[in-house]
Every structure is written in C-alpha cells, then in structure tokens.
C-alpha cells in the first residue's frame, strides 16, 4: 500500500541512529527516499554533496532506496514527489514536543493527505545525534561504532586536508 517513505533530515553527517531507522524504514513501502536539506543557514560542517555521498556510501547494502536533497519547506517536497509517508525517529521524550509541532503543522500544510510515522529509536543509539559525534570527533574522541565506518573514514580524510 505505501509506496514512496521519505525519510528527510540534516543528516550533518549520518549516524548509526539514522542508519538504524533508515533500514527499518526501508521495509515498510517500496521505495525510501532519504532527503538531505541543504539548510544553507545551520551553516553545516558537511556540504549537501558530501552529506549525499556518506549516506550513498552507508547505504548501499538497501536496494529500495534513493538519495535526494531540498531546500525550502519539507511539505512542497512531499507534494512534488508523490511522498505517501514520511518517517520521523523518537529518540527520547525530549523529541516529543518539536516533533508533534512539526508533524501537526506538516499535517496542515499536506491537508492531511500525508501521514508522519514516528518509529523509536533503537536503544543502543537513544544518546546519538549529529551533533554530539560531531563535538566528539573534533575533539579527538572516538566516535567508532556510533557512525558508519565509511562515515568515519570519510570525515577522516575531510579533516586531514
Ligand atoms: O535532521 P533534522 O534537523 O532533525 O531534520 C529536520 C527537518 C529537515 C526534517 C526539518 O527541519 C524540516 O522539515 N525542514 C524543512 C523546512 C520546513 O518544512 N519547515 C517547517 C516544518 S513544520
């Protein structure tokens, strides 16, 4: 019955939260678009080209999935590309309350032809975001197992040139 998921996020860079859902989200339509947001004002470490690459790199094991990216609002998106579903993750109850504002006010910008599907975040990665593997990994603290290893050999090689 669904057939595209969209899965959309910073993905600043991809972690093994994201990775988590993105195989679980695969299973649930035919096709899981994974829509990176260029976000020009976050100003983010990775430019939306390196941010598509890592997760092509990460992914490549899923064989119903496509990376694209936007900008602008996530429901013009969904419109102009047929999106039947879009997939957010719950990490904990901190998430709730942006969560529910966004999907409520998506809802309306969709006229409730789409549906938000929250799925929980797996335990092993509930303290995982962008944000702190970032602050870590620029520290020089190990970040193994929390991104993809290709993820991690990528920002490597970004931050030796
Ligand atoms: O990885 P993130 O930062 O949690 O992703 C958030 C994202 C990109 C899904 C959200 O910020 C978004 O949809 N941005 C697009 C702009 C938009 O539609 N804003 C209105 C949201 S109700």
């Known amino acids: 019955m669904i ?3 969209l899965y959309a996020g910073s ?8 990775l988590d859902l993105i195989n679980r989200a ?9 829509g990176v ?3 020009r004002s976050k100003k983010p470490f990775f430019t939306v080209e390196e941010r598509m690459d890592m997760i092509e790199k990460a992914t490549d094991h899923i064989p119903n999935i496509e990376v694209d990216h936007f900008d602008g609002l996530l429901a013009h998106y969904v419109k102009q590309n047929n999106i039947d579903v879009v997939i957010r993750g719950l990490r904990a109850t901190m998430d709730f309350e942006y969560e529910i504002q966004m999907a409520q006010m998506n809802a309306r910008l969709y006229n409730n032809d789409v549906e938000t599907v929250f799925l929980m975040t797996s335990p092993d ?3 995982v975001s962008s944000s702190i ?9 190990d970040i193994k197992g ?7 050999e990528y920002m490597e090689r ?3 040139k």
């Open 146 to 152: 929390l991104v993809p290893d290709k993820v991690l």
């Open 26 to 34: 695969a299973k649930l339509g035919d096709i899981l678009v994974v």
């Open 37 to 39: 947001i260029e976000n």
């Open 125 to 127: 990665y509930s303290f």
């Open 158 to 160: 970004k931050c030796k």
């Open 11 to 18: 993905f600043d860079p991809i972690t093994n939260g994201h």
């Open 133 to 141: 593997v970032k602050e870590v990994f620029t520290l020089n603290g």
């Open 3 to 5: 057939k595209k998921v």
